[in-house]
């Protein structure tokens, strides 16, 4: 079966860094584009950043554009989200996501960010 799992999270001050991973599991994970959403507390869940199966093609939200990097490595089935100068508004929780389309969509767990002095 399909599974994402989440890694990374944590607590960061304003300014600072952290990196998500995410392995992948349970089918052919270089097919197929991977994105990371979150969430946060009282808001809809928002698409941060997505890549397509070779790297070809990367897209960001308008608000982690310029700090956020989303990256891949197929050999290993991971996908990562390298995010730098964090903000008190990028805490919530952070979601891998693999939409496989008539196999359906899978999430994984999530994960905590919390960004605070």
């Known amino acids: 079966q399909v599974q994402l799992v989440e890694s990374g999270g944590g607590l960061a001050q304003p300014g600072g860094s952290l990196r998500l991973s995410c392995v992948a599991s349970?089918?052919?994970?270089e097919l197929w584009a991977m994105r990371w959403y979150r969430q946060a507390p009282g808001k809809e869940r928002e698409?941060?950043?997505?890549?397509?199966?070779?790297?070809?093609?990367?897209n960001y939200a308008d608000s982690v554009k310029g700090r956020f990097t989303i990256s891949r490595d197929n050999a290993k089935n991971m996908v990562y989200l390298q995010m730098n100068s964090l903000q008190p508004e990028d805490t919530g929780m952070y979601f891998c996501?693999?939409?496989?389309?008539?196999?359906?969509?899978?999430w994984g767990q999530g994960i905590q960010v919390t960004v605070s002095a």
């Open positions: 698409l941060v950043a997505r890549i397509s199966p070779f790297a070809g093609m990367i």
């Open positions: 996501n693999a939409d496989l389309q008539q196999r359906g969509t899978y």
């Open positions: 349970g089918f052919n994970f």
